[in-house]
């Protein structure tokens, strides 16, 4: 077994960060660099994300594609939300995000993931490898990106009704699933468009 832990502090009140990652498919827009590719599906979608939403999960870890499905298994406002693998490639797969209010306008954000890789004494070669700095970089990666969206350079709203994001969802479909943050900018700039023409 491996786990990953990397933490972060972000400058802005813990309720919108810990918005922000109630929506798994908004981190895995962060999670992409050289090596490592995410994608997040939400499944099924209990009350505010909370505890027994699932969602699929597919990465691609230099060149190797694995996918797995999750559910959400703990979800404490503001504290903290657990999911883990109910099925896919990974002996174990659980992924945990704490958040911890350092004030007014600071949280700390800890991500980690505890996992045993499949392939059996392959796969622990593997994960010593390539898989476990894969993780760890991509991770850290993942939590800059977040830091600097909402923190302001292009920050995106973090609140959003049920009824809203299933058609931001339907949305992003449409756009061949490009990330969520691009489909808020083509939403708005049609809003504007219209708003525009509507003044003229």
């Given at each position: 077994m491996t786990v990953v832990t990397k933490s972060i502090d972000i400058k802005i009140p813990v309720d919108s960060v810990f918005t922000y990652?109630?929506?798994p498919e908004h981190v895995s827009d962060q999670i992409k660099n050289d090596t490592v590719g995410m994608t997040v599906i939400p499944m099924d979608i209990k009350a505010g994300m909370g505890v027994g939403t699932t969602f699929r999960i597919i990465g691609d870890f230099s060149g190797k594609r694995l996918e797995w499905d999750c559910e959400t298994t703990e979800f404490i406002k503001n504290e903290k939300i657990v999911a883990k693998q109910f099925k896919g490639p990974f002996k174990r797969w659980q992924i945990t995000n704490e958040f911890k209010s350092l004030g007014d306008n600071l949280t700390r954000v800890t991500m980690s993931v505890d996992y045993a890789m499949p392939f059996g004494p392959l796969?622990?070669?593997l994960d010593k490898a390539k898989f476990a700095?894969?993780?760890d970089k991509g991770m850290e990666t993942?939590?800059?990106n977040v830091r600097g969206?909402?923190?302001g350079n292009g920050s995106i709203p973090v609140y959003i009704t049920l009824d809203a994001y299933k058609k931001?969802?339907?949305e992003k479909k449409k756009m061949n699933d490009v990330p969520v943050s691009t489909v808020l900018t083509a939403i708005i700039e049609k809003y504007n468009e219209?708003?525009?023409k509507t003044q003229n």
């Amino acid at each position: 077994m491996t786990v990953v832990t990397k933490s972060i502090d972000i400058k802005i009140p813990v309720d919108s960060v810990f918005t922000y990652f109630a929506r798994p498919e908004h981190v895995s827009d962060q999670i992409k660099n050289d090596t490592v590719g995410m994608t997040v599906i939400p499944m099924d979608i209990k009350a505010g994300m909370g505890v027994g939403t699932t969602f699929r999960i597919i990465g691609d870890f230099s060149g190797k594609r694995l996918e797995w499905d999750c559910e959400t298994t703990e979800f404490i406002k503001n504290e903290k939300i657990v999911a883990k693998q109910f099925k896919g490639p990974f002996k174990r797969w659980q992924i945990t995000n704490e958040f911890k209010s350092l004030g007014d306008n600071l949280t700390r954000v800890t991500m980690s993931v505890d996992y045993a890789m499949p392939f059996g004494p392959l796969g622990a070669i593997l994960d010593k490898a390539k898989f476990a700095k894969s993780a760890d970089k991509g991770m850290e990666t993942a939590l800059y990106n977040v830091r600097g969206l909402l923190e302001g350079n292009g920050s995106i709203p973090v609140y959003i009704t049920l009824d809203a994001y299933k058609k931001l969802i339907a949305e992003k479909k449409k756009m061949n699933d490009v990330p969520v943050s691009t489909v808020l900018t083509a939403i708005i700039e049609k809003y504007n468009e219209i708003e525009a023409k509507t003044q003229n």
